[in-house]
């Protein structure tokens, strides 16, 4: 039981870390600080969708799984819990960039911002 709590509290993490890399930058708006976490957030997050890479998150949500005596799945996050939920057809590298692109020209856009602001409340 408690390997099987791990995993669901594991995807309700994985889910909130998407969302900052996401919408990350809106909390800079408010707090400067928050910039020393989703800059590394985003930065990982893009590294994910452009470049491929697994992501530890789901593998150690599958180990979790596999020690409560659930068969895990197979891919990744985004493709196993998210993805269906749009589009039941399979993510593919071009999906992904897609993907990737619109978190990166969101963030530029908030970031765009809030370098604006900050200049004109700076002087």
Do not use: K
């Amino acid at each position: 039981m408690l390997p099987r709590l791990a995993a669901d509290t594991l995807v309700l993490l994985h889910l909130a870390f998407i969302l900052l890399v996401l919408f990350g930058g809106l909390l800079v708006l408010r707090w400067r600080t928050a910039l020393l976490i989703h800059l590394p957030a985003l930065a990982w997050g893009l590294a994910v969708e452009f470049l491929h890479l697994p992501c530890p998150l789901t593998d150690w949500e599958n180990q979790l799984r596999h020690a409560a005596g659930d068969a895990g799945y197979p891919g990744g996050f985004i493709e196993h819990y998210i993805w269906p939920l749009i589009y039941p057809a399979e993510l593919t590298p071009q999906t992904q960039w897609l993907l990737g692109s619109i978190a990166l020209l969101l963030n530029l856009a908030v970031y765009a911002y809030v370098v604006w602001r900050w200049r004109r409340l700076n002087g």
